[in-house]
């Protein structure tokens, strides 16, 4: 349960981070959103990678909690990645 609660978190956490570029700001939201807004979007997406890891960690323990997260970091990224690139797709064709 722990370590799929740290997929969670980490994927959310991606989310945040990728959201502070224009870019994907346009894509997903169809707006920027206000400058203010992006440190807690950065404090938001790190806190929630912290929390990830301090998830695999209880998990598993410290050392092999470490090597879980960092195993667990690839699918997710890739995860919040391909999500991205697929609803920009979609919106782009309508």
Known sequence: ???ALACVA?????G???LLLDR???????????PGLRPWLRLAGTALLGLSYGLAACAQGAASGFILWF????????????TFTALARRRASR
């Open 71 to 82: 195993g667990l970091l690839t699918p997710c990224a890739l995860l919040v990645a391909a």
């Open 10 to 14: 980490a994927v959310l956490g991606f």
């Open 24 to 34: 994907h700001q346009e894509q997903m939201l169809r707006r920027t959103l206000r």
């Open 16 to 18: 945040a981070l990728a």
């Open 1 to 3: 349960m722990l370590i």
